[in-house]
């Protein structure tokens, strides 16, 4: 029988220690980001907390100037696809690139990011940032 | 991961179709002051008499309605709409697959049928995104939504425990599709830029000619003229397309208005006797994924759907489709065309920049003018444009008519979520 656990507070509970977690496949060795209870990969469901390297990515975007209002605070901003040394690919917010350049930002993909929290008041969020 | 793909145990055809004319409840002649009901009963009304039966003909009924809850202030909405169909204590079933509804929603109704469980099956969708009915109040009874409350309401349909949070763009699939596209094939972003706006001037040439498509009646070219431009492409350039992404202009992306579409299909062996020209359906497929697994192109959520489909139908994409409809909310015309296998790999971007997706053209795409065009009315326009198909392949579509009147062809729709949602339609021969 599958432990229950309640991962999504498990995640958030993690970021807020600024720790980017993840779960492994024990049989498969694939990784769930986020995590969900089972292996999408080789429908395992043995697997185990890990944290993730925060390397990767960024292969393509775009440009937010008008975000919902839970996101206003963080406009303008560039949203991405970033994949992940481990494996999977996830969208969240890009920092330390120019919004208004995104001609450059173009030329630069695939561009090198690391992850990173962002403080949302009552939690935190899995952003990436390029890398200098 | 792979799946088990099985066919049809009975063929199923499409008989009927229906949808009403997309505009805004609040303004447009045609749908003024009418409420989810009206507007999906006289699409379904509409497909009924296409299909020449009544309400009483028909075992049990689809009805797609994404936004049930917070647009229309109404969950579980068959029970509420079984009556304006007149299909009171017969079988009824919401759903809800976002924009993808109501082409889900065939396969639905075929699987039903291929099974032996129902012989006739109406499946149909509502949305209303332009207003909302005040709180408590009867449903006539509306106001005005602005956008910005309007993409708030629909990104409910982005997985809330770790996509939402993420901070959503509303053309945040556009930008990521098309600068994809673009890295893939080494392009500029000015040829992107032009290849979108050439999509554009097609999707306006086709919408023009639908009288269901009530927002727009002006080509490109007309509406460019008026505005002092020569060229058109300048016009398309120009401070009256704005930038609202980083490659995301306001006329390459879906105007979000109200409509109801309705199809009715039945066993492929009693179509005959009902309408001489039975449309079969012969291959449908669907995904589901949130959509921050997707990066790269082909999409897995496209590439999964079309797959599942073409097995299903038998066909070879690459040959066997006279008629594409790529759902076109965000500029995908040229990504997922080419997951569809209606363009080859890096090929779709010149196919279109060459007018060559029009209704006169070579590779004809949506030709209700598409999302951008005719408008959006979130779970109706599958269903509109597999209605759409339908009259192209039995030659009914007057002056956006293709020729040769298609024999094959293949509907393709994205949901938020995400969902994707493929269906197959084959002339009778």
């Given at each position: 029988?599958?432990?229950?656990?309640?991962?999504?507070?498990?995640?958030?509970?993690?970021?807020?220690?600024?720790?980017?977690?993840?779960?492994?496949?024990?049989?498969?060795?694939?990784?769930?980001?986020?995590?969900?209870?089972?292996?999408?990969?080789?429908?395992?469901?043995?697997?185990?907390?890990?944290?993730?390297?925060?390397?990767?990515?960024?292969?393509?975007?775009?440009?937010?100037?008008?975000?919902?209002?839970?996101?206003?605070?963080?406009?303008?901003?560039?949203?991405?696809?970033?994949?992940?040394?481990?494996?999977?690919?996830?969208?969240?917010?890009?920092?330390?690139?120019?919004?208004?350049?995104?001609?450059?930002?173009?030329?630069?993909?695939?561009?090198?990011?690391?992850?990173?929290?962002?403080?949302?008041?009552?939690?935190?969020?899995?952003?990436?940032?390029?890398?200098? | 991961?792979?799946?088990?793909?099985?066919?049809?145990?009975?063929?199923?055809?499409?008989?009927?179709?229906?949808?009403?004319?997309?505009?805004?409840?609040?303004?447009?002649?045609?749908?003024?002051?009418?409420?989810?009901?009206?507007?999906?009963?006289?699409?379904?009304?509409?497909?009924?008499?296409?299909?020449?039966?009544?309400?009483?003909?028909?075992?049990?009924?689809?009805?797609?309605?994404?936004?049930?809850?917070?647009?229309?202030?109404?969950?579980?909405?068959?029970?509420?709409?079984?009556?304006?169909?007149?299909?009171?204590?017969?079988?009824?079933?919401?759903?809800?697959?976002?924009?993808?509804?109501?082409?889900?929603?065939?396969?639905?109704?075929?699987?039903?049928?291929?099974?032996?469980?129902?012989?006739?099956?109406?499946?149909?969708?509502?949305?209303?995104?332009?207003?909302?009915?005040?709180?408590?109040?009867?449903?006539?009874?509306?106001?005005?939504?602005?956008?910005?409350?309007?993409?708030?309401?629909?990104?409910?349909?982005?997985?809330?425990?770790?996509?939402?949070?993420?901070?959503?763009?509303?053309?945040?699939?556009?930008?990521?599709?098309?600068?994809?596209?673009?890295?893939?094939?080494?392009?500029?972003?000015?040829?992107?830029?032009?290849?979108?706006?050439?999509?554009?001037?097609?999707?306006?040439?086709?919408?023009?000619?639908?009288?269901?498509?009530?927002?727009?009646?002006?080509?490109?070219?007309?509406?460019?003229?008026?505005?002092?431009?020569?060229?058109?492409?300048?016009?398309?350039?120009?401070?009256?397309?704005?930038?609202?992404?980083?490659?995301?202009?306001?006329?390459?992306?879906?105007?979000?208005?109200?409509?109801?579409?309705?199809?009715?299909?039945?066993?492929?062996?009693?179509?005959?006797?009902?309408?001489?020209?039975?449309?079969?359906?012969?291959?449908?497929?669907?995904?589901?994924?949130?959509?921050?697994?997707?990066?790269?192109?082909?999409?897995?959520?496209?590439?999964?759907?079309?797959?599942?489909?073409?097995?299903?139908?038998?066909?070879?994409?690459?040959?066997?489709?006279?008629?594409?409809?790529?759902?076109?909310?965000?500029?995908?015309?040229?990504?997922?065309?080419?997951?569809?296998?209606?363009?080859?790999?890096?090929?779709?971007?010149?196919?279109?920049?060459?007018?060559?997706?029009?209704?006169?053209?070579?590779?004809?795409?949506?030709?209700?003018?598409?999302?951008?065009?005719?408008?959006?009315?979130?779970?109706?326009?599958?269903?509109?444009?597999?209605?759409?198909?339908?009259r192209q392949m039995r030659g009914l579509c007057g002056t956006r008519q293709i020729k040769p009147v298609p024999e094959v062809s293949v509907i393709h729709n994205?949901?938020?979520?995400?969902?994707?949602?493929?269906?197959?339609?084959?002339?009778?021969?």
């Open positions: 029988m599958v432990k229950m656990q309640p991962f999504v507070k498990q995640w958030y509970d993690f970021l807020g220690e600024d720790k980017v977690m993840g779960l492994r496949c024990n049989r498969c060795g694939s990784y769930e980001f986020p995590p969900v209870p089972v292996c999408n990969n080789c429908s395992g469901t043995d697997l185990s907390w890990v944290e993730m390297s925060g390397e990767g990515k960024l292969l393509t975007f775009a440009e937010n100037p008008t975000p919902d209002a839970p996101f206003v605070d963080f406009a303008p901003f560039i949203y991405g696809a970033v994949v992940l040394k481990e494996g999977p690919t996830f969208h969240t917010m890009i920092l330390g690139v120019d919004p208004e350049d995104t001609a450059a930002l173009y030329d630069k993909l695939p561009l090198s990011v690391k992850a990173e929290t962002q403080d949302r008041g009552d939690h935190k969020f899995v952003v990436f940032r390029a890398r200098k | 991961m792979a799946i088990n793909i099985g066919g049809l145990r009975e063929g199923v055809s499409i008989i009927g179709v229906g949808y009403t004319p997309f505009g805004n409840v609040l303004e447009t002649p045609e749908i003024k002051d009418m409420t989810e009901r009206e507007l999906f009963a006289f699409a379904a009304l509409e497909a009924m008499e296409d299909a020449g039966i009544e309400a009483k003909d028909i075992d049990a009924f689809y009805f797609g309605h994404a936004m049930g809850e917070t647009l229309s202030h109404q969950t579980a909405g068959s029970a509420a709409v079984a009556d304006w169909i007149g299909m009171r204590n017969k079988p009824g079933f919401r759903h809800d697959t976002a924009c993808a509804s109501t082409n889900a929603g065939l396969g639905y109704a075929a699987t039903d049928i291929a099974s032996g469980v129902r012989r006739v099956v109406l499946s149909g969708g509502v949305e209303i995104t332009g207003s909302r009915p005040k709180e408590g109040k009867p449903p006539h009874i509306r106001e005005p939504m602005i956008p910005e409350e309007l993409w708030f309401r629909t990104n409910y349909g982005a997985d809330q425990a770790y996509w939402y949070p993420s901070g959503l763009a509303p053309a945040y699939m556009l930008d990521l599709a098309v600068i994809a596209y673009g890295k893939k094939y080494g392009l500029t972003l000015e040829q992107l830029d032009d290849a979108l706006n050439a999509a554009s001037i097609s999707n306006r040439r086709n919408g023009v000619r639908n009288p269901k498509a009530t927002t727009f009646k002006k080509e490109f070219a007309e509406e460019a003229k008026e505005h002092g431009f020569g060229d058109v492409n300048e016009y398309l350039k120009s401070r009256f397309n704005p930038k609202i992404g980083a490659i995301a202009r306001m006329y390459h992306l879906a105007i979000p208005v109200d409509g109801a579409s309705a199809l009715i299909l039945c066993p492929a062996s009693m179509a005959k006797g009902l309408t001489d020209h039975p449309i079969d359906v012969i291959g449908f497929g669907s995904t589901a994924n949130v959509y921050y697994h997707e990066a790269e192109l082909p999409w897995q959520l496209d590439q999964g759907a079309f797959a599942q489909a073409y097995e299903m139908a038998k066909i070879n994409p690459h040959k066997d489709v006279d008629y594409m409809s790529i759902h076109d909310c965000m500029g995908l015309q040229f990504t997922s065309g080419e997951a569809a296998g209606y363009f080859h790999p890096g090929e779709g971007w010149r196919v279109i920049m060459e007018g060559r997706t029009a209704f006169d053209g070579d590779r004809p795409l949506s030709t209700t003018g598409g999302r951008t065009v005719m408008g959006h009315a979130w779970s109706a326009s599958a269903g509109a444009e597999i209605a759409e198909a339908v994205i949901g938020h979520g995400a969902h994707c949602s493929v269906c197959v339609l084959r002339t009778r021969s």
